[in-house]
């Protein structure tokens, strides 16, 4: 930590581990236990804020190369990869993991436990629920007359939605509670919840539940947390079971 530059105005707790050639600008709160590697820049000062703290709560992990903006705040247990970006007045729960080269725009609104994988761009006004999942070169828009310096309408992703591979949500779009999205698929009307969207422009062909896991076994894959449980925590998948249960 010697060669890395922390404010003396910033609110770092002793247990944080800060590593080599970091900058921790003033308006910024590190809880317990959080690591911050090499190469980190935290509380990028900002005029597109209101002049919070960046927030990052206990237990977070975020990795070399990563800019956050100041204004934002995240829940406990954050994980990151490399070369992240963050922009100001991002909110977000627990639990979230931000995977190498996301592009977070700002202004929006993140769930508990949601998985960003590598590459993925949010833009501003975007809504995304508890438990979803979005896969490698998702693009999240809203500019409905790009370029343009006016209306802007942000997409809304409800829990336990599934976007895939290289997906692309046009803005103001709502993708419903535990949809799916197909790789490549360019979504330009809403998908309603527990359907499949297919195609460019994407088209609904039926029930997420209709796709049967690869394994033998002829179950449905969807909805995924019935088999899927890695990484969450325990009394969340305890609650998972007992709605499964309830449904026998």
Known sequence: MASSIVSKKAKVHRSVKIGEFCRIHDNV???????????????????????????????????????????????????????????????????????????????????????????????????????????????????????????????????????STSACILPGVVIGEGALVAAGALVSRDVQAGRIAVGNPARDVGPAGDILLRDGRGKPAYPWRRHFRRGYPEEIVETWLREFEDEK
């Open 29 to 163: 709160v590190l809880e317990q236990d959080c690591i911050v590697e090499d190469y980190t820049t935290l509380g990028y000062p900002s005029a597109l804020g209101d002049g919070s703290p960046l927030v990052i709560r206990r237990d977070s992990l975020i990795r070399s190369y990563a800019l956050f903006y100041e204004g934002s705040e995240f829940g406990s247990r954050l994980i990151t990869g490399h070369r992240v970006t963050v922009r100001e007045m991002t909110k977000a729960g627990k639990n979230l993991q931000i995977g190498t080269l996301c592009d977070i725009q700002g202004h929006c609104t993140i769930g508990e436990s949601v998985r960003l994988h590598s590459n993925v761009h949010i833009a501003q006004g975007s809504r995304i629920g508890d438990f979803c999942w979005l896969f490698p070169f998702v693009v999240l828009t809203n500019d409905p007359h790009p370029p343009s310096d006016g209306y802007r309408e942000g997409c809304r992703i409800e829990k336990f939605a599934v976007l």
